[in-house]
Every structure is written in structure tokens, then in C-alpha cells.
């Protein structure tokens, strides 16, 4: 059965560097999603991407946080400058026409 | 702010008993029900989705939905210990599409005890 797929799973950082997150979505899917979970909270929308754009972002996703998808398979999540508050689950989702489907996760801890 | 409620729990039932989940939400326009499964430490994993007033089954599970109470819940059959995990109510303003953003509940814990 085709998933989603994360990497890396865990990534740790120093505050200020810049992180890329990497998802591969369902092949045949078209939209993609990034959301993530701080520890004990709700899962929250961060942003989707359709047709090459961002077709909706929330306020969380401000200008140090940036979407690509640089391939036919690669959807990406970029964080310019981490804060120590960007420590979260960060999953990557992808939908094609019915419910979106989740990856593993990147567990990503800024020191 | 829109917003999906669910009692946080812990919910525990014995195995083989019916767990009921509930949920509301605060946005009328929501069109698209969704509910997760999520194992601690995991990713959400999708259990059902519902678009249309009433009942829909799909094995142990019953997902119910009424619009005009803004209400959702999900009842398991023949609970199994392996049902216990935190479950996540979803909810997009996307009319039966993928293309809306899922606004979570905090999720309710249910624990299945033998």
C-alpha cells in the first residue's frame, strides 16, 4: 500500500540554523500539506501546496518557514532560522481526491 | 477562532465493550469529518471519514455525524486492546475534496483494558 514517507525521523539543531524537512508524498496525489504536534498539543495546520503554489498557510507559517517541491517526488519544508518554540512533530500529509494521508514524522528539536 | 472540541478523556472501557468518542465544532460551514488514530509517538492515521448526515460503518467502527447539532462521534464495536491510543477528530470546510486544511481536536485517549 502506498504512504507517505519522512526523513530525516529525528533531527536535532542549534538555534538559528536552518532546517530542511523532507516528505514524499503518495505518487499520484496532488495536494500536499505540512502540519505539526508540539509535545501534548493539537496537531496544527501549518500549510498546502497545490499546482506548484500554497494554496492556504496559517499564521504559525510566517516568513521564516518556506515550501518547495523541487522534483516530480520531493515536497520540502524549510525553516530559515529555528527558535526554540519550532521544536515539534512536523508531518508531512498528502491527498488526491479524498482524505489526507500522514508520514511518520520528523521529530525536530532545536536546542 | 474555529474549533473542534473532544473530551480529553482517558476514556476506559473493558475489551469487548462499544467506546464512544465525541466531538463538536464550532465552524457551520464545516462540510468534511475525519477520524484519526494516533499511537504514542506516531503519526495520525486515518480511520474514517464522513461527509453526509447519519450513520456510516466501515467494520468495528461507526462514524455519525448531525450537521445541525455541529456534532461527530465515532463508536467502536468489540473493543480490542489494540484500539487503545488517542483519537483525533478532524474537521475541513472542503466539501467532500482533499483540498481543505484539517483543524484537530486535542483528542480523546481511550484505554481498552483485558
Known amino acids: 500500500e502506498p504512504e507517505v514517507t519522512q526523513t530525516p525521523s529525528h533531527q536535532v539543531t542549534q538555534m538559528g540554523q536552518e532546517v530542511i524537512l523532507r516528505c514524499v508524498p503518495i505518487?499520484?496525489?496532488?495536494?500536499f500539506y505540512w502540519y505539526r504536534q508540539i509535545l501534548g498539543q493539537k496537531v496544527e495546520f501549518l500549510v498546502s501546496?497545490?499546482?506548484?503554489?500554497?494554496?492556504?498557510k496559517s499564521e504559525i507559517f510566517d516568513d521564516q518557514f518556506s515550501v518547495e517541491r523541487p522534483d516530480g517526488s520531493n515536497f520540502t519544508l524549510k525553516i530559515r532560522s529555528t527558535k526554540l518554540e519550532d521544536s515539534a512533530m512536523y508531518f508531512c500529509?498528502?491527498?488526491?481526491?479524498?482524505?489526507?494521508?500522514f508520514g511518520p514524522g520528523t521529530r525536530l528539536t532545536v536546542l | 477562532q474555529k474549533e473542534v472540541e473532544q473530551n480529553s478523556g482517558p476514556l476506559s472501557v473493558p475489551e469487548g465493550a462499544i467506546a464512544s468518542l465525541n466531538c463538536t465544532y464550532s465552524?457551520?460551514?464545516?462540510?468534511?469529518f475525519f477520524w484519526y488514530r494516533q499511537y504514542s509517538g506516531k503519526s495520525p492515521e486515518l480511520i474514517m471519514s464522513?461527509?453526509?448526515?447519519g450513520d456510516k460503518e466501515d467494520g468495528r467502527f461507526t462514524a455519525q455525524l448531525n450537521k445541525a447539532s455541529q456534532y461527530v462521534s465515532l463508536l467502536i464495536r468489540d473493543s480490542q486492546p489494540s484500539d487503545s491510543a488517542t483519537y483525533l477528530c478532524?474537521?475541513?470546510?472542503?466539501?467532500?475534496?482533499?483540498?481543505?486544511?484539517?483543524?484537530f481536536g486535542q483528542g480523546t485517549i481511550l484505554t481498552v483494558h483485558p
Open positions: 500529509a498528502s491527498s488526491g481526491t479524498g482524505s489526507q494521508y
Open positions: 505518487s499520484n496525489h496532488l495536494y
Open positions: 501546496f497545490y499546482n506548484n503554489e500554497i494554496s492556504e
Open positions: 465552524d457551520r460551514v464545516s462540510q468534511s
Open positions: 464522513i461527509y453526509s448526515n
Open positions: 478532524a474537521v475541513s470546510n472542503a466539501g467532500g475534496t482533499s483540498y481543505g486544511k484539517l483543524t
